[in-house]
């Protein structure tokens, strides 16, 4: 194949894929065990400390736009179509089932850090309960006046642990 039309179907295939953006490609760092991240791994959604790169991968995610509509949702970059969500108030890792309840589910609400920096997360289906961590899970808690949820319901936003 001459040289031209071998660029020539490079640059046909490269137009076809859809583009892939880094740029908003994120880990999500816990306030208080601060060498920890939001990942998923079986599906269920906890904290861990970065210790392989499968982990890596696990706490690497893509914000996109909230799928309701409004906030934000997090899509699994080593899952693509796989967002979390909250399933029986557990944050799991799930495909859009096309329900419903799906696209609220899968979306969060990014408020001032309770723990004085950072962000919580609120879902957008139980908008009275933030996203926490508790026994290294992560779960839908309704808010408690204390110092140990808002250090459990407080993150940080940081560059993703994947590179």
Not at 3 to 30: F, G, H, K
Request: proline share 5%.
């Amino acid at each position: 194949m001459k040289r031209s039309c071998m660029l020539s179907l490079v640059l046909l295939m490269a137009s076809a894929a859809p583009a892939v953006s880094q740029s908003d490609w994120l880990s999500i760092r816990s306030f208080n065990f601060p060498t920890m991240y939001v990942r998923h791994a079986n599906f269920l959604a906890g904290i861990a400390a970065i210790t392989s790169e499968q982990v890596r991968d696990d706490a690497t995610f893509q914000e996109r736009p909230g799928l309701s509509g409004q906030c934000t949702s997090f899509e699994a970059v080593n899952a693509p179509g796989y967002y979390l969500r909250q399933s029986n108030l557990r944050l799991t890792l799930a495909r859009n089932d096309g329900s419903d309840v799906f696209p609220r589910d899968a979306t969060f609400c990014i408020q001032p850090g309770l723990a004085g920096s950072g962000m919580s997360l609120v879902s957008a289906s139980y908008p009275d309960r933030y996203l926490r961590h508790r026994n290294y899970e992560m779960w839908l808690d309704r808010f408690e006046n204390t110092n140990q949820f808002n250090s459990d319901a407080t993150f940080f936003r940081v560059e993703p642990v994947r590179f």
